[in-house]
Nanobody
């Protein structure tokens, strides 16, 4: 079955950096658009960044210039490099997989907590 496993979350001070990883299995990784989403306490889940099979990237305005999404198809892994972290970036971060650009994310990871202290 398909599994997405996130790692790399943790506690960091404002201005610091973290790199999240999401390892995928059970799917043909190169044919999937991969996305990062986040959900803060009491808030709805929101889009962070996506990278499709053509390596086209979209970022939320709130993270432009600070976060970078990338993928390594040889490792079936998508990354989110997060720099200049702010307290408002505190959330559970989820990776998700969408077959090509079907418009629906079919698979989700369990999430990894990112906490940014001020």
């Amino acid at each position: 079955q398909v599994q997405l496993v996130e790692s790399g979350g943790g506690l960091v001070q404002a201005g610091g950096s973290l790199r999240l990883s999401c390892a995928a299995s059970g799917l043909t990784f190169s044919t999937y658009t991969m996305g990062w989403f986040r959900q803060a306490p009491g808030k709805e889940r929101e889009f962070v960044a996506t990278i499709n099979w053509r390596l086209n990237i979209n970022n939320a305005d709130s993270v432009k210039g600070r976060f970078t999404i990338s993928r390594d198809n040889s490792k079936n892994t998508v990354y989110l490099q997060m720099n200049s972290l702010k307290p408002e970036d505190t959330a559970v971060y989820y990776c998700a997989a969408q077959y090509y650009s079907s418009g629906k994310y079919n698979y989700w990871g369990q999430g990894t907590q990112v906490t940014v202290s001020s």
